[in-house]
């Protein structure tokens, strides 16, 4: 089975400071991985996929992450915070073959202080 | 395409009715997921359908909870009775041939 693991459920930077959202998965298969963000009363929208290409993944609005095997970690990072990223984050993983659903962490809050 | 739809976006009613929440996925995605938020849980996996037919349904908490799936372009998801405790936000959403799964807007549901 799956599962993800999302290390603090509040973090507040400063505008123009490192966003770091700590996400750890475990799985018995190769996983693809996700981050998905979500504003107020709003649907998920999807950030990035890690999907066994590039370790290195680059998304939108500035966002990236490593997957890290050894660590089995997918922490998501932002050089520079503005303000239209308060929002929640949310870390998922699926299994590479078809016929699985995602599994979603918790959910991390960001928010961002002027 | 419009995306995923979901309909209604909000939904009061009382303790003991009948609720039912629709769907429409994406033009051309064979997988359908439910989805349940609230605070205390999290997003949680309610059920799923490939090419119409439920997958794994281990997530529904209830029998009072079903889910149907009677065409590609559309599926249900009713709570009979309904209960305060079934207040969340339920997202369904639908994923093609790729790994990505894209949400509908979601609906607010409140038992009062």
């Known amino acids: 089975a799956q599962s993800v693991t999302q290390l603090g459920s509040h973090v507040s930077v400063s505008e123009g400071a490192l966003v770091l959202l700590r996400c750890n998965y475990s799985s018995s298969v190769p996983p693809y991985l996700f981050w998905y963000v979500q504003y107020p009363n709003q649907g998920l929208q999807l950030l990035l996929k890690?999907?066994?290409?590039?370790?290195l993944v680059k998304g939108i609005n500035g966002f990236e992450a490593e997957f890290k095997k050894s660590e089995t970690s997918f922490h998501l990072t932002k050089p520079s915070a503005h303000m239209s990223d308060a929002a929640e984050y949310f870390c998922?993983?699926?299994?590479?073959?078809?016929?699985?659903?995602?599994?979603f962490g918790k959910g991390t809050t960001l928010s961002v202080s002027s | 395409d419009a995306g995923v739809i979901q309909s209604p976006r909000h939904e009061v009613t009382e303790m003991g009715q009948e609720v039912t929440l629709r769907c429409k996925p994406i033009s051309g995605h064979d997988y359908l997921f439910w989805y349940r938020q609230t605070m205390m849980r999290g997003l949680e996996l309610l059920i799923y359908?490939?090419?119409?037919?439920?997958?794994?349904d281990s997530g529904m908490p209830e029998d009072r909870f079903s889910a149907k799936m009677p065409n590609a372009s559309f599926s249900t998801l009713k709570i009979q009775p309904s209960e305060p405790r079934d207040s969340a936000v339920y997202f369904c959403?639908?994923?093609?041939?790729?790994?990505?799964?894209?949400f509908g807007q979601g609906t607010r549901l409140t038992v009062v």
């Open positions: 890690y999907t066994s290409a590039a370790t």
């Open positions: 359908f490939n090419n119409n037919v439920p997958i794994d």
């Open positions: 959403a639908s994923r093609g041939q790729g790994a990505v799964a894209f």
């Open positions: 998922a993983v699926s299994v590479s073959q078809a016929g699985t659903a995602l599994i």
